[in-house]
């Protein structure tokens, strides 16, 4: 709570300084809206981090998945199942991990706040590789919903697909622009490396 008590003191402290730096300290104000643009990401930084804290079971290397960049929980249809299973999904800049949330025990003692923080059981992952994004489907008619299609290393689809039910249209958007801008650098990186190995063999 401290945490977050200090971080939004300091921006307020810099939105009036902000406030009060002359229009003439042109350097002196982008800096400061810097400063300001960092400040407000703390919060979500470290709720990103508490979920990420919570994850058990998977032992690969994180590394290997990026940063992260998105977390949240969503209705997921697996292989087009008739019931949504709820899943906590994570967003990496080179993978995206799906996890089970697990339920805090009843109990009638007081816990401690590591006790009562969310907890996840790992499921799976997917390499953005691995991943084709379906943005429009036609019997969404709640329009929270996206798909993601699982491809072998040949590209040949290997039927797994994840519908993925958002709270709402906000969180649906965002998800599906971050992940066909992942996708779209990937695509690029792809292009350049392979236009660097023709170069190098001379074709």
Request: glycine content about 6%; some cysteine; aromatic content about 10%.
């Amino acid at each position: 709570q401290s945490s977050g008590i200090n971080a939004e003191y300091g921006h307020l402290i810099l939105e009036k300084l902000l406030k009060y730096t002359p229009d003439r300290s042109e350097k002196r104000k982008t800096e400061l809206q810097e400063a300001l643009k960092i400040m407000e990401q703390v919060p979500r930084y470290a709720n990103d981090a508490i979920h990420l804290m919570g994850l058990e079971g998977y032992h690969g290397n994180f590394d290997i998945l990026g940063q992260l960049l998105l977390q949240e929980n969503f209705l997921v249809y697996i292989n087009g199942q008739k019931k949504p299973t709820p899943r906590q999904i994570f967003c990496f800049e080179n993978a995206v991990l799906f996890s089970k949330p697990v339920p805090v025990k009843n109990t009638s003692r007081k816990l401690s706040v590591s006790q009562t923080a969310p907890k996840y059981s790992y499921k799976n992952h997917f390499l953005l590789s691995q991943i084709g994004l379906t943005r429009f489907l036609p019997d969404d008619v709640t329009n929270v919903q996206f798909q993601l299609n699982i491809y072998k290393k040949n590209q040949k689809h290997t039927g797994e697909t994840f519908l993925l039910q958002a709270a709402n249209t906000g969180i649906r958007d965002q998800w599906m622009n971050k992940i066909e801008k992942l996708l779209f650098m990937q695509f690029e990186n792809m292009k350049i490396g392979r236009q660097v190995i023709c170069c190098r063999v001379g074709v």
